[in-house]
């Protein structure tokens, strides 16, 4: 028992060198950018919600966005050791808020495709992957705060274009247990539109490289829950389970 501690803080060491060193994989869920690890041999159904937070530049104002959402991803391997991703999902809610006004609202939809690879055999005992995938969001805001706290109707979505590349290394800990670590490559763009009066503010390019880390429990061959958490410019935990088939 006394050796679990220093040999599970070597194999997390280990991975973040690692993952530093190759290119590896895993599936983020776009706007909200959670990781789902599962088997590159298999397909794979993920149902994820997650929580995120960020702080936009849309028009010359200065935002904090925060979202939830719930997410529904598939994956499964084509050939030459590829894994096709696809994912769907839907912002349960929506926050705009910076110090003069807050807009708020309800539903929307998230949707992307990705491609991922297994760099097998590059370093024992731990699986080395590499994901690129492409997301866009769209967050409906239908409510408006003002500074008095009244709370007006508007009809207006936010958008949020992103690109991601993410580079995971996982390592089992034993009895059904893993944990994965890496870096997420980010650049995204967002747009606030309103509907009614048919105008677009275009927002700042957003750039970032952050860390991810989470664990995967194996509860059988076909089913595993996963909580993770990642940083930089989107801070999201999630939490969700993987279907194997």
């Given at each position: 028992?006394h050796?679990?501690?220093?040999?599970?803080?070597?194999?997390?060491?280990?991975?973040?060198l690692?993952?530093?060193?190759?290119?590896?994989?895993?599936?983020?869920?776009?706007?909200?950018?959670s990781?789902?690890?599962?088997?590159s041999e298999?397909?794979?159904?993920?149902?994820?919600?997650?929580?995120?937070?960020?702080h936009?530049n849309?028009g010359?104002n200065?935002?904090n966005?925060?979202?939830?959402?719930?997410?529904?991803?598939?994956?499964?391997?084509?050939p030459?050791?590829f894994?096709l991703?696809?994912?769907?999902g839907w912002p349960?809610?929506t926050r705009?808020?910076?110090?003069?006004t807050?807009?708020?609202?309800?539903?929307?939809i998230?949707?992307?495709?990705?491609?991922?690879?297994?760099?097998?055999?590059?370093v024992?005992?731990?699986?080395?992957?590499?994901?690129v995938?492409?997301t866009?969001?769209?967050g409906?805001?239908?409510?408006?705060?003002g500074?008095f706290?009244d709370i007006g109707?508007?009809?207006?979505?936010?958008?949020?274009?992103?690109l991601?590349g993410?580079?995971?290394?996982e390592i089992?800990?034993?009895?059904g247990?893993?944990?994965?670590?890496?870096?997420r490559a980010?650049a995204?763009?967002?747009?606030?539109?309103?509907?009614?009066?048919k105008?677009?503010?275009n927002?700042?390019?957003?750039?970032?490289?952050a860390?991810?880390a989470?664990?995967?429990?194996?509860?059988?061959?076909?089913?595993?829950?996963?909580?993770?958490?990642?940083?930089?410019?989107t801070?999201?935990?999630g939490?969700?389970?993987?279907?194997s088939?």
């Amino acid at each position: 028992m006394h050796n679990v501690v220093p040999r599970t803080i070597f194999a997390i060491s280990v991975i973040l060198l690692s993952t530093q060193l190759f290119p590896i994989y895993a599936f983020g869920n776009g706007a909200c950018c959670s990781v789902t690890k599962g088997s590159s041999e298999k397909i794979n159904l993920s149902i994820i919600g997650s929580s995120a937070w960020s702080h936009e530049n849309v028009g010359g104002n200065y935002y904090n966005l925060s979202r939830q959402a719930l997410m529904a991803k598939i994956s499964g391997p084509i050939p030459y050791g590829f894994v096709l991703q696809a994912q769907v999902g839907w912002p349960v809610y929506t926050r705009l808020a910076h110090q003069y006004t807050e807009m708020r609202g309800y539903g929307g939809i998230i949707y992307g495709l990705g491609l991922g690879y297994e760099l097998p055999g590059l370093v024992k005992a731990i699986e080395l992957y590499a994901t690129v995938n492409y997301t866009r969001s769209h967050g409906f805001l239908d409510e408006d705060v003002g500074s008095f706290g009244d709370i007006g109707t508007i009809d207006q979505t936010f958008l949020i274009s992103e690109l991601q590349g993410i580079f995971l290394g996982e390592i089992s800990l034993g009895t059904g247990v893993a944990v994965y670590t890496g870096l997420r490559a980010y650049a995204g763009k967002n747009q606030l539109k309103d509907n009614q009066a048919k105008v677009t503010s275009n927002g700042d390019r957003e750039g970032n490289l952050a860390p991810l880390a989470g664990f995967r429990f194996g509860l059988s061959d076909t089913v595993s829950l996963i909580v993770d958490g990642g940083f930089g410019h989107t801070k999201v935990v999630g939490v969700g389970a993987i279907f194997s088939l």
